[in-house]
């Protein structure tokens, strides 16, 4: 079992930065890829970011690209998401998520553990 608790979610103005934290318990971070996803009101829950294992590949959504940067530090087991440039439309609750089959996925249902989320609110 994989514990995972999301923070750093807050309130900005558009073009600040915020950097948001997931804190996995439960298991050795370095035994499972890790996620970041989003879901704002009246939407489905989307892929933001993914991390591998190792920390050594990433992969990013077209519309967060070169604006956020995905990381871990599996000594300290916690994944980070830096969230720059941010744009009223990255409103959303985010989530983390890890899984122990794939070595690194898109795909939220290759995802088996979830945290319980983090708002972040942009304002214009």
């Known amino acids: 079992q994989v514990q995972l608790v999301e923070s750093g979610g807050g309130l900005v103005q558009a073009g600040e930065s915020l950097r948001l934290s997931c804190a996995a318990s439960?298991?050795?971070?370095?035994?499972?890829?890790m996620g970041w996803f989003r879901q704002a009101p009246g939407k489905e829950r989307e892929f933001v970011a993914a991390?591998?294992?190792?920390?050594?590949?990433?992969y990013y959504a077209d519309s967060v690209k070169d604006r956020f940067t995905i990381s871990r530090d599996n000594a300290k087991n916690t994944m980070y998401l830096q969230m720059n440039s941010l744009k009223p439309e990255d409103t959303a609750v985010y989530y983390c998520?890890?899984?122990?089959?794939?070595?690194?996925?898109?795909?939220?249902?290759?995802?088996?553990?979830w945290g319980q989320g983090t708002q972040v609110t942009v304002s214009s």
């Open positions: 991390i591998s294992r190792s920390g050594g590949t990433t």
């Open positions: 998520a890890a899984n122990t089959a794939w070595e690194i996925t898109k795909r939220s249902y290759n995802y088996d553990y």
């Open positions: 439960g298991r050795a971070s370095g035994n499972y890829a």
